[in-house]
């Protein structure tokens, strides 16, 4: 059974970068059939797709326009996680977020969630 | 990207069938047939209930069935029970290799 583990501070100040990491048992960050997505979910913007990483003979990445610029995702084999950076962080940005993995063909299509982790931003 | 367009709530008595619309633009859900749609419940993550506009994953009861026409895609809960109460999102494919979520509905079993 695939289980994401998310890890990572739930409060950031304005301005300042937040950092999620989410821990892989089951399944392989490099499994060429997945892809691995972070998506949020707050009561003002509702869900929202972030962005994913995905590996194919390299690692690509596909960024949502809202965040494209702040959002860097990566990978760690060695590790079998992935993570989320989200820049120049605002009060806006405060939500739950979830680490997902995917279908790689098919970028909307999300089949295990982590738990996920409330990030506050605030000062 | 904007969200796509679903009703705040619907509602149903036991036994009753209700459809939830999902309304996007020749960008998203007119432009691909690639929907999918997801059941959450307060506190919790969200579910894979239909993904490829129509198909159902293992284990998802055959009472939950969808459709796509157009730039609208729809989700049609058949026979209500007490345990479908919950909020249901749409998702789709837009282009370029992004995902784009609905903005919600909240199921109430009557």
């Known amino acids: 059974q695939v289980q994401l583990q998310q890890s990572g501070p739930g409060l950031v100040k304005p301005s300042q970068t937040l950092s999620l990491t989410c821990d892989i048992s089951?399944?392989?960050?490099?499994?060429?059939?997945?892809?691995w997505s972070w998506i949020r979910q707050s009561p003002s913007r509702g869900l929202e797709w972030l962005g994913r990483?995905?590996?194919?003979?390299?690692?690509?990445?596909d960024y949502a326009p809202s965040v494209k610029g702040r959002i860097t995702i990566n990978s760690d084999t060695s590790r079998n996680q992935f993570s989320l950076q989200l820049n120049s962080v605002t009060p806006e940005d405060t939500a739950v977020y979830y680490c997902?993995?995917?279908?790689?063909?098919?970028?909307?299509?999300?089949?295990?969630w982590g738990r996920g982790t409330m990030v506050t931003v605030s000062s | 990207q904007s969200a796509l367009t679903q009703p705040a709530s619907v509602s149903g008595s036991p036994g009753q069938s209700i459809t939830i619309s999902c309304t996007g633009t020749?960008?998203?859900?007119?432009?691909?047939?690639?929907v999918s749609w997801y059941q959450q419940f307060p506190g919790k993550a969200p579910k894979l209930m239909i993904y490829?506009?129509?198909k159902r994953p293992s284990g998802v009861s055959n009472r939950f069935s969808a459709s796509r026409s157009g730039n609208t895609a729809s989700l049609t809960i058949s026979g209500l029970q007490a345990e479908d109460e919950a909020d249901y999102y749409c998702?789709?494919?837009?282009?370029?290799?992004?995902?784009?979520f609905g903005t919600g509905t909240k199921v109430t079993v009557l």
């Open positions: 997902v993995r995917g279908d790689k063909r098919f970028v909307n299509t999300f089949d295990f």
């Open positions: 089951g399944d392989s960050v490099s499994r060429t059939s997945a892809a």
């Open positions: 990483t995905f590996y194919m003979s390299r690692w690509y990445n």
């Open positions: 020749n960008s998203d859900v007119g432009g691909y047939n690639l």
């Open positions: 490829e506009s129509t």
């Open positions: 998702c789709s494919y837009a282009t370029i290799d992004i995902s784009v």
